[in-house]
């Protein structure tokens, strides 16, 4: 038997008009900000806009999209140890295809909870030296946070204990595609 995509849905919680909306004010304001003078390579090269996989795909998407300066994009692909309660290890799957150094880099996230991904990622590409690094997130849980990391731009910041899919976010890989963010209905919740 098959399962309709939204058959597990309790309800929306950020509605595609208020992602659209929102994608397109930060597009401006990331675009702003560059041309402003937050871009620092001392050469002049385009943005790079580093998406992680796999849950920033649908925002990097849009968001690329609703900047309007030079840019360039690769993306890195991390995994997470741990049961989910615990940080667990940060592992690098797929790493950037090009060098950062002295260039200014963009981190796209589709949420930062516990902070543990993004300071890991972090870490990793100011040791190779970059002229600016900034972080732009969909999600936010700054409630949630274990360690502290520096975001630039938030989308939309959620409750804590607001367990959420969609526009990229999965639950066992499953409702990325939902073009909205939503809550799963409980009975489609398997106990851990
Ligand atoms: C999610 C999300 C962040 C990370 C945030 O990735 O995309 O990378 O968790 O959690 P943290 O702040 O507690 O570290 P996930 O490991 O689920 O992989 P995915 O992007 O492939 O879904």
Avoid: W
């Amino acid at each position: 038997m098959t399962t309709a995509l939204m058959d597990g849905i309790a309800r929306v919680v950020i509605s595609e008009a208020e992602i659209a909306r929102r994608v397109r004010e930060l597009g401006r304001e990331i675009s702003a900000d560059y041309r402003a003078g937050a871009a620092k390579d001392p050469r002049g090269r385009p943005l790079l806009v580093v998406g992680i996989l796999k849950g920033a795909m649908p925002f990097m998407a849009d968001l690329v999209r609703a900047m309007d300066i030079p840019l360039e994009y690769d993306f890195m692909a991390v995994s997470s140890y741990g049961n989910g309660t615990s940080p667990g290890e940060v592992r690098i799957l797929k790493d950037l295809d090009c060098a950062i150094g002295r260039r200014d880099v963009l981190v796209v996230e589709d949420i930062v909870d516990t902070g543990h991904t993004l300071q890991h990622i972090l870490a990793g590409l100011s040791a190779r030296g970059p002229a600016s690094l900034r972080v732009c997130t969909l999600l936010d849980k700054p409630h949630r946070r274990e360690v502290e990391v520096p975001v630039d731009y938030v989308g939309f910041v959620l409750p804590e204990n607001l367990f959420v899919v969609g526009y990229g976010l999965d639950y066992a890989e499953v409702y990325r595609n939902l073009p909205f963010v939503g809550v799963l209905k409980p009975e489609y919740i398997r106990d851990a």
